[in-house]
C-alpha cells in the first residue's frame, strides 16, 4: 500500500502538534501521565508561593502545586492552594500543609507536616494550612 505525500505531511503534523503540547506542559512543570491526588489548603497569605512548585514531606518530592485561586467574596479574603501528591502515602485529614523557604536562594514551597491519625485523607479532602516562621 502506498501512501500518498499528503497523508504522508498530515501524520507528522499531528505527531509534532502532540510533541509541542507534551514539551510545554514538561516544561511547565506538569506530567500529564501522573494521575496524583488533589488535595485543597486555605491560607490568608501565599508569600509568593507559585503553580509548579513542590510539595514534599520530609525533603522528598511528593507532589507539586496544581493551582492557586483567591477567594475574593469573603472577608478577609484568603486563597485555596490545590495540590497534587503523586505518592500513595497515607495520612490524616488533621495533616498540615505547610509554606516555607528551604533556602536563601530558593523560593516558597509547600511541605506536608504528616499526622497518622485514624481519619484517612482522600482525594479532594481540606487540609490545614500554616506559614512558617521566615529566616
Same mark, same amino acid.
Given at each position: 500500500?502506498?501512501?500518498?505525500?499528503?497523508?504522508?505531511?498530515g501524520?507528522? +503534523?499531528?505527531? +509534532?502538534?502532540?510533541g =509541542?503540547?507534551?514539551?510545554?506542559?514538561?516544561l511547565?512543570?506538569?506530567?500529564?501521565f501522573?494521575?496524583?491526588?488533589?488535595?485543597?489548603?486555605k491560607?490568608?497569605n501565599?508569600?509568593?508561593?507559585?503553580?509548579?512548585?513542590?510539595?514534599?514531606?520530609?525533603g522528598?518530592?511528593v507532589?507539586?502545586?496544581?493551582?492557586?485561586?483567591?477567594?475574593?467574596?469573603?472577608?478577609?479574603?484568603?486563597?485555596?492552594?490545590?495540590?497534587?501528591?503523586?505518592?500513595?502515602?497515607? =495520612?490524616?485529614?488533621? +495533616?498540615? &500543609?505547610?509554606?516555607?523557604?528551604?533556602?536563601?536562594?530558593?523560593?516558597?514551597?509547600?511541605?506536608?507536616?504528616?499526622?497518622?491519625?485514624?481519619?484517612?485523607?482522600?482525594?479532594?479532602d481540606?487540609?490545614?494550612?500554616?506559614i &512558617?516562621?521566615?529566616?
Open positions: 500500500m502506498k501512501l500518498s505525500k499528503e497523508l504522508k505531511i501524520i507528522i +503534523t499531528i505527531i +509534532t502538534l502532540i =509541542f503540547f507534551m514539551l510545554f506542559n514538561f511547565k512543570g506538569q506530567n500529564i501522573s494521575s496524583g491526588r488533589l488535595f485543597t489548603v491560607f490568608e501565599v508569600n509568593g508561593l507559585a503553580p509548579s512548585k513542590p510539595v514534599s514531606i520530609n522528598l518530592r507532589g507539586q502545586v496544581k493551582e492557586i485561586k483567591i477567594i475574593e467574596n469573603a472577608k478577609p479574603i484568603y486563597f485555596e492552594v490545590v495540590l497534587s501528591v503523586d505518592k500513595d502515602i497515607e =495520612f490524616s485529614k488533621k +495533616t498540615i &500543609a505547610e509554606i516555607y523557604e528551604p533556602g536563601l536562594m530558593s523560593g516558597p514551597e509547600v511541605r506536608l507536616l504528616l499526622d497518622y491519625g485514624p481519619d484517612i485523607a482522600k482525594d479532594g481540606f487540609l490545614k494550612g500554616r &512558617a516562621g521566615g529566616m
